[in-house]
T-cell receptor, first 113, second 109 residues
Framework: SQTIHQWPATLVQPVGSPLSLECTVE??????LYWYRQAAGRGLQLLFY??????ISSEVPQNLSASRPQDRQFILSSKKLLLSDSGFYLC????????????FGPGTRLTVL | GQNIDQPTEMTATEGAIVQINCTYQ??????LFWYQQHAGEAPTFLSY??LDGLEEKGRFSSFLSRSKGYSDLLLKELQMKVSASFLC??????????WGAGTKLIIKP
């Protein structure tokens, strides 16, 4: 069966500090991978998605970046965090684009102070 | 533009039936998903509709009308543990999910 891991679970960072969130998927190959951010009481905002190694599409301009160094690894980064980067970050995977049921990791709650 | 609308909050009584509506305006349609999200947790899949009509799964069922651009999620025999947010998401023409803001369902005894 497939599982998706994210870490860390919670993170408190000062403004201007760097960020690295990691997501890995087990039990499947060549998944589509997604990074979302969810502000408190709001819906999901798609940040990045990837259909393969080294292929990253950005949906929203911001000070974040994503990389996919391996088939089942997806990393979200920032060089300098802003207060507005606080939120709940979710990684998800789907088996195909045509049937886009997405399976979510447990999430990382990021607080920028 | 693309838009997904859901009520912000609904209240229902334990054991009752509740219907949560989702209306959408998207460039293209390739399916509609409903997810349940408990506070502080990740969303989990509930149902999927791509053709008009009703999909039933135990206490959950979802109805889709593509011509009218809406879906209803029907929850029966409500239990307290069902209290959560319910998110509607539509697969658009580029096969990306467009998410609604979610409906917070409060169940009272």
């Amino acid at each position: 069966s497939q599982t998706i891991h994210q870490w860390p679970a919670t993170l408190v960072q000062p403004v201007g500090s760097p960020l690295s969130l990691e997501c890995t998927v087990e039990g499947t190959s060549n998944p589509n991978l997604y990074w979302y951010r969810q502000a408190a009481g709001r819906g999901l905002q798609l940040l990045f998605y990837s259909v393969g190694i080294g292929q990253i599409s950005s949906e929203v301009p911001q000070n974040l970046s994503a990389s996919r160094p391996q088939d089942r690894q997806f990393i979200l980064s920032s060089k300098k965090l802003l207060l507005s980067d606080s939120g709940f970050y979710l990684c998800a995977w789907s088996p195909s684009l045509e049937y886009n049921e997405q399976f979510f990791g447990p999430g990382t709650r990021l607080t920028v102070l | 533009g693309q838009n997904i609308d859901q009520p912000t909050e609904m209240t229902a009584t334990e054991g009752a039936i509740v219907q949560i509506n989702c209306t959408y305006q998207t460039s293209g349609f390739n399916g509609l998903f409903w997810y349940q999200q408990h506070a502080g947790e990740a969303p989990t899949f509930l149902s999927y509709n791509v053709l008009d009509g009703l999909e039933e799964k135990g206490r959950f069922s979802s109805f889709l009308s593509r011509s009218k651009g809406y879906s209803d999620l029907l929850l029966k025999e409500l239990q307290m543990k069902v209290s959560a947010s319910f998110l509607c998401a539509v697969t658009g023409s580029n096969y990306q999910l467009i998410w609604g803001a979610g409906t917070k369902l409060i169940i009272k005894p």
